[in-house]
């Protein structure tokens, strides 16, 4: 089970989530100094 989880190619949503936190984290005080 641990095997078949392992080799299995990370999911799209979770590679989006991934790549949208790595381009947001600069933003973020921009962000914060707007709120």
């Not at 979770?14 to 914060?32: E, G, K, Q, Y």
Request: charged share 5%; hydrophobic share 50%; aromatic share 6%.
């Amino acid at each position: 089970m641990k095997q078949w989880y392992t080799s299995k190619p990370p999911s799209t949503p979770t590679a989006i989530l991934a790549s949208l936190s790595i381009l947001l984290l600069p933003l973020s005080p921009m962000v914060h100094a707007i709120v």
